[in-house]
């Protein structure tokens, strides 16, 4: 690597620390006197506090990623353009988009970061956080929980686990019941290939009852029957904050397993937001970069309109793209569409005026 690029994407890195803590800070005072009291009321004590807003750190981050990457660059070009370094390095004969190579490349670094930040450490920590939020501070109990499409749940005498096609109707598919005895040994299992809930029982389809008798398992077949099962389906709580705590991989899993073209299109719609939210950074900072030296070659000023400038550009990227979730999550637009439009607008828009500014 060059030294200027090493000058330049130095100057980025600390520039994306600087806005990365100040921020954070921000988020963190107002989150904490908006949950502060409710700690309070519950007698939890301030080890579990500092342990839920540690663990929100790479929440916030998440959050913040778009706008941290677009101000980390447009406020190092800014800091170029106002110490004249940019006007002695074009005058050197170097072209804008060698200038702002080092950018773009840390823009990059910075997206890869917080893709794998929400791949491995995010679903970790917010399941951490959710733990202390909803259930050991609010007292919201789930009752049960998923894994790639699958759900799992405990009931008073067993062990339910199902695939829920149609999350809005009371049909289940690989459905399975068992109950066990001391110590820890299958005592009888029941498994359908559907299960309907009607007329507050449980209607099995194409299934097979295994009853464990002295030295062996007894396994009868059936069509259709009709079970007495303890639990109906309101047992299955899984709350909605379960499926931040999926990994995009997990969730792709779970797309994939979709039977119903709604549930399907609002399955995809949760992958492609997992993955296009951190991408969203780049195409505004390409964006924001030719924004930074329009403003100074009208106004002739830089940073302080700038920056500005940067933050409208970014609320508006924001209502867009949740906007266009929106759509594909009622299932009016294509979940890809959705995920790609703003970046693809941004970073053609971005590589226009880019070109046109380095004539």
Same mark, same amino acid.
């Given at each position: 690597?060059?030294?200027?690029? =090493?000058? &330049?994407?130095?100057?980025?890195?600390?520039?994306?620390?600087?806005?990365?803590? $100040?921020?954070? @800070?921000?988020?963190?005072?107002?989150?904490?006197?908006?949950?502060?009291?409710?700690?309070?009321?519950?007698?939890?004590?301030?080890?579990?506090?500092?342990?839920?807003?540690?663990?929100?750190?790479?929440?916030?981050?998440?959050?913040?990623?778009? &706008?941290? &990457?677009?101000?980390?660059?447009?406020?190092?070009?800014?800091?170029?353009?106002?110490?004249?370094?940019?006007?002695?390095?074009?005058?050197?004969?170097?072209?804008?988009?060698?200038?702002?190579?080092?950018? &773009?490349?840390?823009?990059?670094?910075?997206?890869?970061?917080?893709?794998?930040?929400?791949?491995?450490?995010?679903?970790?920590?917010? /399941?951490?956080?959710?733990?202390?939020?909803?259930?050991?501070?609010?007292?919201?109990?789930?009752? $049960?929980?998923?894994?790639?499409?699958?759900?799992?749940?405990?009931?008073?005498?067993?062990?339910?686990?199902?695939?829920?096609?149609?999350?809005?109707?009371?049909?289940?598919?690989?459905?399975?019941?068992?109950?066990?005895?001391?110590?820890?040994?299958?005592? +009888? %299992?029941?498994?359908?290939?559907?299960?309907? !809930?009607?007329?507050?029982?449980?209607?099995?389809?194409?299934?097979?009852?295994?009853?464990?008798?002295?030295?062996?398992?007894? /396994? @009868?077949?059936?069509?259709?029957?009709?079970?007495?099962?303890?639990?109906?389906?309101?047992?299955?709580?899984?709350?909605?904050?379960?499926?931040? +705590?999926?990994?995009?991989?997990?969730?792709?899993?779970?797309?994939?397993?979709?039977?119903?073209?709604?549930?399907?299109? =609002?399955?995809?719609?949760?992958?492609?937001?997992?993955?296009?939210?951190?991408?969203?950074?780049?195409?505004?900072? %390409?964006?924001?970069?030719?924004?930074?030296?329009?403003?100074?070659?009208?106004?002739?000023?830089?940073?302080?309109?700038?920056?500005?400038?940067?933050?409208?550009?970014?609320?508006?990227?924001?209502?867009? !793209?949740?906007?266009?979730?929106?759509?594909?999550?009622?299932?009016?637009?294509?979940?890809?569409?959705?995920?790609?439009?703003?970046?693809?607008?941004?970073?053609?828009?971005?590589?226009?005026?880019?070109?046109?500014?380095?004539?």
């Amino acid at each position: 690597m060059s030294l200027l690029n =090493r000058y &330049i994407l130095g100057q980025y890195l600390r520039t994306l620390l600087l806005a990365a803590s $100040g921020f954070t @800070t921000v988020y963190l005072l107002i989150d904490f006197f908006e949950k502060i009291d409710l700690f309070m009321e519950k007698g939890k004590e301030m080890g579990l506090v500092f342990k839920f807003f540690v663990l929100n750190l790479p929440f916030i981050l998440n959050q913040l990623s778009p &706008i941290l &990457i677009l101000l980390a660059g447009v406020i190092t070009l800014g800091l170029l353009n106002h110490s004249h370094e940019l006007n002695a390095l074009k005058a050197g004969g170097l072209p804008l988009a060698r200038i702002t190579r080092p950018i &773009i490349m840390g823009g990059l670094i910075t997206t890869l970061f917080f893709l794998a930040l929400g791949q491995w450490l995010l679903p970790i920590t917010l /399941t951490a956080t959710n733990n202390i939020w909803f259930e050991q501070v609010k007292g919201s109990i789930p009752k $049960g929980t998923v894994r790639n499409g699958r759900y799992y749940s405990k009931g008073a005498e067993g062990f339910y686990s199902f695939v829920r096609p149609y999350p809005r109707q009371f049909q289940f598919t690989d459905f399975s019941y068992s109950t066990w005895s001391e110590p820890y040994q299958l005592k +009888e %299992l029941v498994s359908a290939r559907e299960a309907l !809930w009607q007329d507050d029982h449980w209607i099995l389809k194409g299934g097979q009852i295994q009853t464990r008798t002295e030295n062996s398992y007894q /396994t @009868t077949l059936f069509t259709e029957q009709r079970f007495d099962l303890p639990e109906g389906p309101d047992h299955f709580f899984i709350p909605k904050y379960k499926a931040s +705590e999926q990994s995009p991989t997990q969730l792709f899993h779970e797309a994939r397993n979709q039977q119903s073209p709604v549930e399907a299109a =609002r399955a995809w719609t949760n992958f492609y937001s997992r993955l296009s939210y951190p991408l969203l950074g780049l195409p505004m900072l %390409l964006l924001g970069l030719p924004v930074l030296l329009t403003t100074f070659s009208k106004w002739g000023r830089d940073l302080s309109v700038a920056i500005p400038a940067s933050c409208l550009l970014a609320f508006f990227a924001w209502g867009a !793209w949740g906007g266009l979730q929106t759509l594909a999550q009622a299932a009016y637009l294509s979940p890809v569409v959705a995920a790609l439009a703003i970046h693809l607008l941004f970073s053609g828009s971005g590589l226009f005026l880019l070109r046109r500014a380095d004539r």
